[in-house]
């Protein structure tokens, strides 16, 4: 990427707490240590994230791991409940009920893994 050559500027005045502000949210979004990214940003109406994208990517990586031991719980209750079926000690009525919510259960772990996976893409 082409590094563009910024030589033209601006200049305005604000009050110590306006300053403060800036500063907060700057750090809050993770410009911390580009408060001039983040005001060109702001004022060109860029895409601004309204949180650190930083820390909602860590929280997306735990939630889907949260998600993946969810899914091996689910299938250790499958596995049982087969074994339960296969020594007769529940009845086949029973099974098609636990079919469908574990098929329902893992299509909306699926969605949420995909929505995942794009929100970290577009971050």
């Known amino acids: ?6 030589e033209k500027r601006f200049t305005i005045r604000i009050t110590e707490k306006e300053e403060n502000l800036i500063r ?9 240590n580009n408060i001039s990214q983040y005001l060109r940003s702001k004022i060109l109406r860029k895409h ?3 949180v650190n994208p930083n820390k909602l990517i860590d929280e997306l990586y735990l939630l889907r791991a949260e ?13 049982y409940t087969n074994f339960l ?17 574990e098929l329902n259960f893992e299509n909306i772990i699926a969605e949420l893994k995909d929505t995942i996976n794009k929100t970290v893409d577009k971050v």
Do not use: C, D
């Not at 990427?1 to 910024?6: F, G, R």
């Not at 969810?70 to 250790?76: C, E, P, T, Y």
């Not at 079926?85 to 919510?101: D, V």
């Open 24 to 32: 907060k949210e700057a750090q809050i979004l993770g410009y911390q």
């Open 85 to 101: 079926l296969k020594n007769k000690y529940m009845e086949h009525s029973h099974l098609k009920e636990f079919q469908e919510i």
């Open 1 to 6: 990427m082409k590094k563009i050559n910024k």
């Open 67 to 79: 998600l993946n031991k969810i899914g091996s719980n689910l299938n250790q209750v499958a596995n």
């Open 48 to 50: 601004m994230p309204t």
